[in-house]
């Protein structure tokens, strides 16, 4: 395959959430030549499959063609590693996460400048949120009206007989039902916003960025199904990456940019085998040192979280087994000292999973929205077929532990409400373990253990929760846990999940920070040439699905590469009057 230009002015490395909305701005100019890498297949609007264009997204990540097979992270300080998935194809985690289109709070990005990211906060970042999207339910001054990404709530008819009894029960406690989950930053409940087309269907990056019309241009090539093994510097400056294609050859690109768009896990990993990093590690392992950078691969955040469920009656399922199952959402602070308004959330489904016990099962999946462990990404081996090691050290800061905690009781408490009793049965704690996940592969085996699970659960009447504690939670009630402080904290200790918000391992921050890895327009410390784009630049994590931010990152990192500057960008936000 040769490519049209010798030399590219943008080399994309990661066509993820962020690597397609780079691709897409940066070639709306013509004079410019962009290519774009990823190392999974192609997904546009005409070649999803079923599985990632449905609305209910319960599929897509079991599916081990969209997912680096591979990955492994250790999840808390509990020993151990379990499978984590992380997209690999094009449009990166949109194109198989939740649909979730949140935002966060508006102190999540004053926290960023805080934190050494000069010009981000929330002033200078809400045009960018308003810039991405088109909002059918809300305007004025929170919303945007015609950008590539379609934001709707499910209307009401749709919503199940669960999520109404679940948001009615909170309702009673004083979580109040608001309109819009991207208005005023305030605790309460809230109808989930999602990013879904006209018809219901999922719009990753890929389609909504990169549609017909961006591909057709001449200045924009894809490459998909390549690997990136290093980048190419030439002293300091990044020139350019050797790529892996699919049938083992290399090949170099040659570019006077050089983004880095492949995820806060991939990103550290592709800088690091690069030479950009903690210099005495990268030595030991026989890479060359191009920048000292400790920073690279530090400051590893996630959403640590638990969930509890209940078995559904009846008339308490949705009667639209394919709508979107995040259907509600709670936001509630927890009180702790040294925490923030807003610091827990919680989604509210209709369903479980996808396969017939899900269907029968109800959840508010909890997770803390601002968490403060954090954890790390190392090298393995200089091979780029190697996957690096991740530690996501959650709960390692006890202020997470404790609120993980109090999620719990939070939802125990919640479900327990007598105007939950028509709404549903035996209630008990879960969480997304290696044998959840494991039992929801599909196959003909798992489908025949689901089905008679699922049967017995239909029929076992008064022996419901003894069938539930034998089979589903191992011996584990909720009643034991919430009598026992120190059962609850080793259950979620051993039990606590990830959301798929993997952060902060680039982070932005100022020149003389020696943890931070580039400055605030993403551009890599010691080197030149060379950014990096992605949910990796975080400083601290959003209260939020983290899809949504990283699609505002690039598109405000597209402007300034584009040649706007930080100072117009903050002009541009005070004439538009908007406000926090």
Known sequence: MFDVFDV????????GSAGCVLAARLSEDARTSVCLVEAGRDISAHSMPDAIRSRYPGRAYLDTRNIWQALKARMSTRPGSRRYEQARLLGGGSAINALMANRGSPADYDEWEALGATGWNWQTCL?????????????????????PLRIQRTPPSRISPFVRAVLASLAEQGHALHDDQNGPWQDGTFIGAIAVSAQGERIPTSVCYLDDAARSRSNLTLRTDEVVERILFDGKRAIGARIVRGDGTRHDLKARRVIVSAGAIHSPALLMRSGVGPAQELAALGIDVVADRPGVGRNLMEHPSIAVSAFLPRAARTPFPGEHHEQAIVRFSSGLPETVQGDMH?????????HSVGYRLGTIFFWVNKSYSRGRVTLASPNASDEPNVDFAMLSDSRDLERLK?????????????????SRDAVFPSS??????????????????RGALSALLDVAGPLRGALIKSVVTQGVTIEDLLGDDDALTAFVM???????????TCRMGSSGDMYAVTDSSGAVYGVDGLYVCDASLMPS?????????????????ADALRGARPAELANAAQTANYAP
């Open 494 to 504: 051993r039990s606590v999940g990830g959301t798929w918000h993997p952060s902060g």
């Open 346 to 354: 919680g989604a509210i489904l209709s369903r479980s999973g996808w």
């Open 432 to 449: 997304y373990s290696p044998r959840v996940a494991a039992v929801a592969v599909p196959g003909k085996w798992n489908a025949l253990q």
């Open 8 to 15: 590219f002015d943008y080399l994309i490395l990661g066509g």
């Open 541 to 557: 994590i959003p209260c939020a699905n983290t899809n949504v931010p990283t699609i505002m990152m690039a598109e405000r990192i």
């Open 127 to 147: 045009p960018y949120f308003r810039k991405l999207e088109s909002d059918c339910d809300f305007s004025g001054e929170y919303h945007g009206s015609d950008g």
């Open 406 to 422: 109090l999620a719990l009781r939070f939802g125990a408490a919640t479900l327990a409400s007598p105007m939950m009793n028509a």
